[in-house]
């Protein structure tokens, strides 16, 4: 008999077969069908965009955050990414009985801290109190609301050949700092989670360059190659990445040599992928740089009208790595 598998909720390949075979059959929606980081529908003032998020990470500490500040900056993010300025959040915990309420407090202060600086409400929400043994001391869920500008249309149909592709820094900073964290590796203090709201830099680039900007997507789980990947398949191009263009940080990249990882698979909960068109390149990447954020963003590839939903990685060696979803989970649980 097959069963869910811990890999089927790594957002890679068992993740897709399992919204394709399941999920899928039975929630059929036009909003939900592009299968972006949340439903972007009218309202009588415009248009929203509705996303939600859980999380199970696990440990709940990490170096540079917690489970409560990914809850909020996940969904804050998730909706930036659609276009949209955030406006308000639920919250939803499920609490183990024995969990300290030292641990709560703190992760509870972070998620209003973080929801202070995303400038976003949490106005609605949640607890339920289990059983010792039925979950990992806290599991977090956050739902959210926000409005789209008028001049904003964001979505894989926008996407066309010939357009530059921007990152907007180094990638499997989180990944390395809660794996590190959850096996007690002695690693350098700069290795921490990218964790951030990433709002504020989105829209003002979006204020910028909006009608040219066509998409927009966070590489969490699944990392930057699984990213690029749907992509490629959702909006009907090939696309072409500079692997010396990619930034990952010197710590990141010895413990990945080290441990086998491939930094392409690496979640990220604090970077973004920006698909503009080549005049306003230049110009985004100067906004992005202005913000601790965006600090390193780069361009890293460009859209193609042919290889249709392939994605290529030019190595440095000359010889070019074809790039799919990701299989088998790197490092499970990190979000």
Do not use: W
């Amino acid at each position: 008999m097959e069963r869910v598998r811990l890999v089927h909720g790594n957002g890679g390949r068992f993740s897709h077969e399992l919204t394709e075979r399941f999920i899928l059959k039975y929630f059929k929606s036009n909003l939900l069908a592009p299968l972006h980081d949340g439903a972007q529908f009218p309202v009588s003032s415009g248009r929203m965009a509705f996303s939600t998020d859980s999380y199970v990470v696990q440990p709940l500490f990490f170096p540079g955050g917690n489970i409560g500040k990914l809850a909020v900056c996940g969904t804050v993010n998730d909706l930036a990414m659609n276009g949209a300025v955030p406006q308000y959040l639920s919250c939803g915990l499920i609490l183990e009985e024995g969990l300290p309420f030292d641990e709560l407090d703190q992760i509870l202060r972070t998620m209003a801290e973080m929801a202070d600086l995303a400038n976003v409400q949490i106005v609605t929400g949640d607890t339920k109190v289990v059983k010792k043994g039925e979950v990992d001391k806290i599991y977090i869920n956050t739902a959210g609301v926000g409005m789209i500008p008028e001049h904003v249309d964001i979505g894989p149909h926008r996407v066309q050949p010939n357009m530059d592709i921007i990152l907007s820094g180094a990638i499997g900073d989180h990944s390395i700092a809660v794996m590190g964290q959850r096996f007690g590796l002695e690693l350098s203090e700069s290795v921490k989670t990218d964790c951030a709201p990433l709002n504020h830099m989105v829209h003002a680039v979006l204020q910028e360059a909006g009608p040219s900007v066509a998409l927009l997507r966070d590489p969490t789980r699944g990392g930057l190659g699984t990213v690029l990947k749907e992509i490629a398949d959702q909006s009907g191009v090939g696309i072409k990445v500079d692997e010396s263009a990619l930034p990952i940080h010197d710590e990141v990249r010895s413990v990945c040599d080290i441990l086998g990882y491939d930094p392409l698979y690496l979640a990220n909960e604090g970077k973004a992928v920006f698909l503009v068109e080549p005049v306003v390149t230049e110009r985004v990447l100067d906004i992005l740089h202005t913000f601790e954020e965006g600090k390193e963003a780069v361009l890293i590839g460009k859209t193609l009208d042919k290889n249709i939903g392939k994605v290529g990685l030019q190595t440095s060696i000359g010889g070019v790595r074809l790039v799919d979803l990701l299989g088998e989970d790197q490092v499970p649980r990190i979000c």
